[in-house]
């Protein structure tokens, strides 16, 4: 056992600092490549992550062989066992659904408790080999009077956001702190992916909090679009939930992003 692997918990791996270098971190973030990029990229020895439903082109663990390229063991709790976005509850509840070929290695194994495989992830060595850099996106998507911006991550979001429309590629999770967490900007909507909504409806309770705010909000299904890739919602994602603000503009699950994006800029129009 290498006694200098400590066991670290984090909300969200955007947030990650000197001190996780060289520990084992049980992310609350979605297990996808950018996620695995910025945990690698702060030097952890190993990680766990959320599967986010695994979803369109399993997307939700796409980490987990990038991490193989490092020589870093890496796994992903089940959606319906844990809740995305909530370190303590994926250490305490969460149950272990894919694992890379490092992590195996090492004992770990899909079912495992979460706590356990983080256990015996301390045994992996120290990380040597550095991630390349992979780019996380901020894009126009749809220029005009409201701006349509496809954002990767939620952490991209700026106070310039304030009255656009934002596809955002991040989970739609509430993280600990309440509704200010929701949404980094008083946004007139804003989408999310739905990380396959799993255990206690987990991945859609950024919408109530929205609504709070006054902000239209849906998430879409964890099958048509690529977790933690804005374009990807943008281009093929359909709606899975929508928030009493977007019902009250005739929005609906079933609808594409873009026909949802279409209806709240109608909307806002008429309203002038």
Known sequence: ???????????????????????????????????????????VRAVILSDAGVGKEQAGIGSLADMDKLGRPAATVAHDSARI??????????????????AAKLGCKVGMATADCAETMRAA?????????????????????VKVWGLDSA????????????ICGSHGALLPGGAGKALGA????????????GIDGCGITRL??????????????????RI?????????GVLSHVNERAKAIGAAPGMTVQAFVDLVLQNQERAR
């Open 186 to 197: 008083d946004a007139l909507a804003a989408v999310f992916h739905n990380a396959g909504v």
């Open 208 to 225: 109530p909090a929205l609504d709070g705010r006054g902000i239209v909000g849906a998430t879409v299904d964890a099958d048509s679009a």
């Open 125 to 145: 060595p120290a990380p040597a080999a550095k991630p390349e850099p992979v780019s996380e996106g901020r894009i126009l998507l749809r220029d005009g009077p």
């Open 155 to 166: 952490s991209l979001i700026a106070p310039s956001d304030e009255g656009q429309v934002l």
């Open 1 to 43: 056992m290498n006694a200098q692997a400590s066991i670290l918990l984090a909300d969200t791996v955007t947030k990650l600092g000197p001190e996780h270098a060289g520990c084992v971190l049980v992310g609350g973030s979605h297990g996808g490549r950018y996620a695995g990029y910025l945990a690698a990229k702060a030097g």
């Open 85 to 102: 976005g909530d370190a303590n509850d994926m250490m305490t509840r969460g149950r272990i659904s894919h694992v890379n070929d490092a």
């Open 228 to 236: 933690g890739d804005a374009r990807s919602l943008w281009e093929t």
